[in-house]
Every structure is written in C-alpha cells, then in structure tokens.
T-cell receptor, first 113, second 112 residues
C-alpha cells in the first residue's frame, strides 16, 4: 500500500529565505506526483505536476524535483513572501486505483515579514 | 471560467438526516472524485467515477453514496449511516488517468 509522508509538519521562515519542502513515498510505481497549496478553509490549488518520466518541473519561483527510485520529491520556493504562507500538500497517483491520489498530511508554512 | 463548483460552502446536518453535496465541473473531464479532509490528516478518497453511470468505492465509502448521471455532475450524499460526518469535503476532476487533478473550494459539513 502506498504511503506518503511530508516532513516537517510545520515550518516557519523569514521573508526572503528559500523554502524547501519534502515529500516521500513508499511505492515507486507511480504515474505522477502533484504539489498543491491549500489556504485555510479553502480548496486545493494545483502548483506543479511531475510525470513519472520527468526529473523536475518549474513554474515561476517554484521548482519541484522527483527521484522516483528513492521515493522522494522536493518542492523549492525561491525568495519566500508572506503570501506563500499556506499548507502544501503532495500527492502521488499510482496504477492501483483509477486516478486516485494518495496524499501526504501536508506541511504548514508560515513566512514572517 | 472553467472550473469545479461545490455547493453549499457550509452545510449543517441534524442527527439521522441525509444531506447531498453538489459538485459541478465545466472542464469536460471524464474522471471525478470525492475526498474527505479531517484536521491533521491527509485527504482520503470516498468515491470516484471514470465515466457517466459508473463509479467505484474509495477507501472510506461506508455511509456515503454517489451518482453520475451527467458528465458534469457528481453529487455526494452523506447518509445517516455515516457516524462521524463532520469534515471538509472536496470534489476533484481530471481529464485522464495521468493528467493534472483540479479541486473545488470545498464544503464544510457539521453535525448539529
């Protein structure tokens, strides 16, 4: 059974620092991995999708890497801003159930001015 | 604007009552999903549907039911059999198996 872990559960950084968020998964047989952002009381906003054949994906200040063999993904957010404060979730999609996303519990990020 | 619309945003249920959460998408996606989110836990899959008139149970389907009569719509009914329904419910859709998933803004259900 696929298990997804995100460490740390919470993170606080001063504005301007780079953020590094970790995601690990136990079964390397995945179709893709997706990073989401969730603001309090809101739905999930998709940030980046990495297909299993890709090593990384970039969008603006965000960069996500994928090492399928070691079961790890890292989300980098450059030059953090207070507006980056949110919970970040990673999820993997595998072949065991049609399109089902297996989620980690998330990392809550606070960027202080 | 293309997207997923969930309604209502807040819902209150009395003991023994069934309630239905709405999910509508105009993205022309085949697959739709319902997830439940509890504080401090990851999202858990309730039901999913690949195509119209077909749906499958997820990891925590007990006490829930769904229908998929139209491609755009995937309503979730929380029945009186669900013993602990208070949670945040999220609907999602995806075009195909290995494509990006998109989520709605969620419905917060509270038992009163």
């Amino acid at each position: 059974k696929q298990e997804v872990t995100q460490i740390p559960a919470a993170l606080s950084v001063p504005e301007g620092e780079n953020l590094v968020l970790n995601c690990s998964f136990t079964d390397s047989a995945i179709y893709n991995l997706q990073w989401f952002r969730q603001d309090p009381g809101k739905g999930l906003t998709s940030l980046l999708l990495i297909q299993s054949s890709q090593r990384e994906q970039t969008s603006g200040r965000l960069n996500a890497s994928l090492d399928k063999s070691s079961g790890r993904s890292t989300l980098y957010i450059a030059a953090s801003q207070p507006g980056d404060s949110a919970t970040y979730l990673c999820a993997v999609k595998g072949p065991d159930s049609w399109g089902k996303l297996q989620f980690g519990a998330g990392t809550q990020v606070v960027v202080t001015p | 604007d293309g997207g997923i619309t969930q309604s209502p945003k807040y819902l209150f249920r009395k003991e023994g009552q069934n309630v239905t959460l709405s999910c509508e998408q105009n993205l022309n996606h085949d697959a739709m999903y319902w997830y439940r989110q509890d504080p401090g836990q990851g999202l858990r899959l309730i039901y999913y549907s690949q195509i119209v008139n077909d749906f499958q149970k997820g990891d925590i389907a007990e006490g829930y039911s769904v229908s998929r009569e139209k491609k755009e719509s995937f309503p979730l009914t929380v029945t009186s059999a669900q013993k602990n329904p208070t949670a945040f419910y999220l609907c999602a859709s995806a075009a195909q198996l290995n494509t990006e998933a998109f989520f709605g803004q969620g419905t917060r259900l509270t038992v009163v």
